[in-house]
């Protein structure tokens, strides 16, 4: 390993274009998944989400692991849903799964993004996929504001717990429970800097070290490469 490089420990996998971009500058990242996810694939959630299909309903998702595991069940032609989803990655998802067009709002985090549904008057029953560590802020609003929300858990995250003998220059996060599991065994020299993907994962990190944390400028694991990449570089 080149000894004036800058060495970066990734908590979950990387394109290999961003990882080589990152050399170029001479910041080296390994990765190193702390969580891993996996679709919930009983007969319950499979009648759930097959109910869901033939229903003109609105749903949400704020996570592109719900949005795989509800396409996993997807037949030929798109539901007829209004979707309110998150920004860039699980937009994309959404979009190439369901359909563009079915698309009806966008926000960069879960709160914002139950603002927007209640600001538009969304009164009826709401489907809410989502994983079994879900944040609690957009069904707390929603219902907070009288609004039906059945919450469909339709996949699973497990924490892979490593102990990290080495010392790294920064640290990529991309979820809250991926900083749970990473502090389950570790503690960071005050040197370190902490990248987080958003908000929600920047409080989970300070609830154990008072690291720097710097927050990705807009949602999108691409994005928190590149602000770390002009940290180091810049």
Not at 27 to 49: A, G, Y
Not at 126 to 142: K, S, Y
Not at 219 to 228: F, R
Request: proline fraction near 3%; charged fraction near 25%.
């Amino acid at each position: 390993m080149e000894q004036n490089s800058i060495n970066i420990l990734c908590t979950r996998p990387l394109n290999e274009l961003l990882i080589r971009e990152a050399a170029e500058e001479g910041i080296l990242i390994e990765e190193l998944p702390f969580i891993q996810t996996e679709p919930i694939q009983s007969i319950e959630v499979q009648q759930e989400i097959e109910q869901a299909f033939q229903q003109n309903v609105t749903v949400v998702f704020t996570s592109m692991n719900a949005v795989e595991a509800v396409a996993y069940y997807q037949e030929e032609g798109a539901p007829d849903w209004d979707i309110y989803c998150m920004g860039t990655t699980t937009r994309k998802l959404v979009a190439q799964h369901f359909g563009e067009e079915r698309i009806v709002g966008t926000a960069d985090d879960a709160a914002s993004l139950a603002e927007l549904i209640v600001e538009e008057d969304v009164t009826a029953e709401v489907i809410f996929f989502c994983g079994d560590q879900r944040r609690d802020e957009l069904p707390d609003i929603l219902r907070g504001h009288d609004v039906d929300v059945n919450e469909v858990t339709v996949y699973q995250t497990i924490a892979l717990t490593h102990k990290i003998e080495k010392t790294y220059h920064g640290i990529l996060f991309f979820s809250p429970s991926a900083v749970e599991s990473f502090f389950k065994f570790n503690v960071l020299p005050a040197e370190t800097i902490l990248f987080a993907i958003g908000n929600t994962t920047a409080n989970t990190i300070r609830k154990f070290t008072k690291n720097k944390v710097l927050i990705s400028d807009a949602p999108g694991k691409d994005n928190l490469v590149k602000k770390m990449i002009e940290y180091f570089a810049g």
